[in-house]
């Protein structure tokens, strides 16, 4: 049977007790690329209008479903990008709201991976839609019921302050953005502002704004989105802001490694959770998998990919 | 009739034929609030399982619908903002396609205020999502079908290039966030990075990555988001990118007033398109409509408060 982290802790609380339980800090990306779903999942919806939305949207369920089923034993964390959920309109986004309540009816710990940001009244919206709850006249909805998110600081504290406000009444977790992983992160994220990169002061604010949902481990439910791709700014980043868990993505497809990840972590071990989206979803596609499974064994390819990830993961810690 | 634009056109080209047909540069922003919309529309509904996210959704489609009838003969162009929308869940985003495909069918040029910003495959697909095509292996859907997009450029150049050539291809829009309209704005994107703030910097790369984007008319269809609220940061902007149309949006609710929008526009009336949401949707329930009219007669206030908005506008270029 699953179980669920419980709602009424300290997001950070909720992540660090999953972690401890799966011996995983690995997130796996619910990134659904229509193409590489293996056909034997797509048969199953030939019934309805084929080549739809809704048919697309009812195929990656399905994935999902699937995926979150082998994988749930070992790992705690799932984080779908909606962008790829977007792509199929309405019918897709219905796919991500049903998928998060799978994988929390599960006990999986959802990071809604949604990067919003705006002025407050709207940021309001996005964080009550996301994590928060709705209020339709006298009856009260959860859209989406995310455990947490990412957010984009652009705007400023104004825009991230009603995502903390909501975090913080509903116990859920934030992951800002503060040194992505792509190739162009450094064009702005790295402008020197004064003494200070702009990253870092960014940093800064995000450990200042987390001070107030400091859990019982000492980590604050206010986490960061950290690039391990730059390990300079990385380590730098694990100084300025050392009670925050950094939401690292880029782990296989782009290009980090095991090494690369260690000065993500603190000296406690905690501190980091690792992202792997493409390498771990269609690992039947990728090498060494590729060689030893068939797409037929896409899930035995799959669940190799978590165990070693897992594997390389703790030897990094030990 | 509704005379829709032509998409085979540059969008800078459709946005200014449409500005000179209407008479008009306002933008309605359809940002639906539950608890303002008239009990009238609502009653229609009462049927659905009352309270739920459907019959929100629902009646916030209704709602819309009535505007855009009523606006579409004054004005040429809506602005949905998509949080609102998501703050219903999927049938939230249902209803936001829905009405961008209602707006379309009146001849409206729909911007999609998504303020997207992703790395770049991930861009990709919000591009296809919002305005762009997806395809379900042999078959081809455009799933929310926008005119235009806001997009955020915290990620830096390759994140906002899979936007600019989704645009490039399908011939639309993309506003870029430069200079945001809320009170913390310049807490970012007011720094000072060498000789230049932020978002002059944001501004100049902005301009160079529209260039290939030049219509007709001598603008470009990547444009920015500049709020009204900071006058002398605009009259920068207008400098720095004279051939870029400027989405401001603060007009209105958020306080800038027709004064502080002159320095938007160029020597030749053009450059700017100018936003308010709440105090035309809403306008019953604002000074001076609100003394007038009463919520029966929303749609009368609505009405006058979109001519006025438009009379002053035009009074600013005279």
Excluded at 261 to 283: H, T
Excluded at 287 to 316: F, H, Q, T
Aim: glycine share 8%; hydrophobic share 40%.
């Amino acid at each position: 049977m699953a179980v669920a982290s419980d709602s009424s802790e300290n997001f950070a609380d909720q992540l660090i007790t999953t972690i401890h339980r799966k011996n995983s800090c690995v997130v796996v990306g619910l990134d659904p690329h229509f193409k590489l779903i293996p056909d034997a999942v797509k048969q199953k919806f030939l019934t309805i209008q084929k080549y739809s939305l809704e048919y697309a949207a009812r195929v990656i369920l399905e994935f999902n479903i699937q995926v979150i089923d082998f994988i749930a034993p070992l790992v705690g964390i799932v984080k779908p990008q909606i962008a790829f959920y977007e792509l199929y309109g309405w019918w897709g986004v219905w796919a991500y709201a049903e998928t998060i309540k799978y994988a929390k009816e599960k006990g999986l710990i959802v990071i809604g991976d949604v990067k919003r940001g705006d002025i407050p009244s709207t940021a309001e919206a996005y964080a009550e839609a996301h994590i928060g709850e709705v209020h339709i006249d006298n009856v009260v909805e959860t859209p989406f019921a995310a455990d947490a998110i990412t957010i984009n600081p652009f705007l400023g504290t104004d825009s991230l302050l009603p995502f903390i406000q909501t975090a913080k009444k509903h116990n859920k977790g934030i992951f800002v953005l503060v040194k992505t992983s792509n190739a162009s992160s450094g064009e702005f994220q790295d402008l020197m502002c004064g003494s200070k990169k702009l990253h870092e002061i960014i940093a800064e604010k995000t450990r200042e704004l987390g001070k107030d949902l400091t859990g019982k481990y000492g980590y604050s439910a206010i986490g960061a989105v950290v690039g391990a791709t730059f390990s300079q700014e990385v380590s730098a980043l694990r100084k300025i802001m050392p009670a925050s868990y950094f939401l690292i993505p880029g782990y296989g497809t782009q290009g980090a490694t095991a090494k690369d990840i260690k000065c993500c972590f603190n000296q406690d071990g905690l501190g980091a959770i690792i992202n792997a989206s493409r390498s771990i979803l269609y690992a039947y596609n990728v090498s060494p998998w590729k060689e030893r499974y068939g797409v037929n064994a896409w899930k035995d390819a799959s669940r190799e990919a978590v165990i070693k990830m897992n594997e390389e993961l703790r030897e990094v810690n030990r």
